[in-house]
């Protein structure tokens, strides 16, 4: 069986691994039929992160079910099924709480596509043994493609979550969108489709400012053509150290900023004028799993369509040769 290998900054190969099989009656095999990138992994590629190879890649996808282990139930042989990025078990005290990511049941960390938890496989695979998979696949609607779902695994998700934490304070609120990463645009999707008053994304680059006024966004390429305006709900979707502090302080008084981007090195807050504005701040890896069936139903509604964020379609054979190229979205289709 073929997966996609990330060996070292700027190579990848397929390698050929043993076939998965059931051992556990909690256990399904899927086969990927639609996956893409995450922002973490272009980051990967790019030799941007700490991370060293080899280990599978991939971590967002929906697949269709091949087997299924003897205590699974609600689920067939041919379902089509979202795949979190997380590995949890679904019933310890952390999961049973909603976070997932925190599973007392697996090491820590547990996810698809990086081994810092564990060696579980990626998502550019031809198959991939999923455990727990009762507690945590969840099946696709009548009326949403594969193609649609496919970044719902994490990064979809991540930022339907992001967006929630503020307008759950604050309903209806404007948002500010700092933009760079794709996590970006879907926030300004959900935050359209789960009722924002207005919505403002800051990007330099055209190309995505456009997708995101394609959402309902106004767009602006630096922040200070906002004339130090202010915003309740507040999202960092840049990675960029420049971009959180700009989004802190955009943030209003008593308002709540949430951070999708991942900062590898040391980075500085405006800790005063978070103080002084009672500002709060939260960032974290997604608990995907509790939010799928929510993220799935906006899909099934047409509220959110997040096909314009993709950057184009990938063959899964192509995939070690176009990654390379690090397409921002690009859709793989088995």
């Keep these: 069986m073929r997966t996609l290998t990330f060996i070292a900054k700027g190579r990848l190969i397929w390698s050929d691994v043993p076939t998965p099989t059931i051992k556990h009656a909690h256990e399904v095999i899927v086969a990927p039929v639609a996956a893409t990138t995450c922002d973490l992994?272009?980051?990967?590629?790019?030799?941007?992160?700490?991370?060293?190879?080899?280990?599978?890649?991939?971590?967002?996808?929906?697949?269709?079910?091949?087997?299924?282990?003897?205590?699974?139930?609600?689920?067939a042989v041919g379902d089509l099924v979202s795949v979190p990025w997380h590995v949890s078990c679904g019933t310890c005290p952390p999961c049973a709480a909603g976070h997932p990511t925190r599973c007392s049941n697996t090491p820590p960390y547990a996810m698809f596509g990086l081994p810092i938890g564990g060696k579980w496989g990626g998502m550019f695979s031809e198959l991939l043994l999923v455990p727990w998979a009762q507690a945590n696949l969840v099946r696709l609607a009548d009326g949403v493609t594969a193609a649609s779902a496919a970044a719902a695994s994490d990064s979809l998700t991540d930022a339907y979550c992001a967006v929630l934490r503020g307008l759950q304070i604050h309903p209806a609120a404007p948002v500010l969108v700092m933009g760079g990463l794709t996590h970006g645009l879907y926030a300004c999707a959900v935050a359209a489709a789960v009722g924002s008053s207005e919505?403002?994304?800051?990007?330099?680059?055209?190309?995505?400012?456009?997708?995101?006024?394609?959402?309902?966004?106004?767009?602006?390429?630096?922040?200070?053509?906002?004339?130090?305006?202010?915003?309740?709900?507040?999202?960092?979707?840049?990675?960029?150290?420049g971009g959180l502090a700009g989004a802190l302080r955009a943030t209003a008084a008593g308002g709540h900023c949430h951070s999708v981007g991942i900062y590898f090195q040391p980075t500085e807050v405006p800790?005063?004028?978070?103080?002084?504005?009672?500002?709060?701040?939260?960032?974290?890896?997604?608990?995907?799993?509790?939010?799928?069936?929510?993220?799935l139903a906006l899909l099934a509604s047409g509220s959110v369509d997040p096909m314009p964020a993709y950057s184009g379609t990938v063959a899964f054979d192509e995939l070690p040769e176009a990654l390379l190229d690090l397409p921002l979205k690009p859709l793989v289709l088995a």
């Design 41 to 75: 992994d272009r980051a990967m590629i790019a030799g941007h992160t700490p991370f060293e190879g080899p280990f599978a890649l991939g971590h967002e996808c929906v697949a269709r079910v091949v087997e299924l282990g003897s205590d699974v139930t609600g689920l």
């Design 199 to 241: 919505i403002v994304y800051v990007d330099a680059d055209d190309h995505r400012r456009s997708i995101a006024e394609s959402y309902g966004a106004q767009s602006v390429g630096d922040i200070r053509e906002l004339h130090r305006r202010q915003f309740p709900v507040s999202v960092d979707a840049s990675a960029d150290p």
């Design 271 to 295: 800790l005063m004028s978070m103080y002084m504005d009672a500002v709060t701040f939260t960032t974290g890896r997604p608990d995907v799993g509790p939010h799928l069936p929510a993220v």
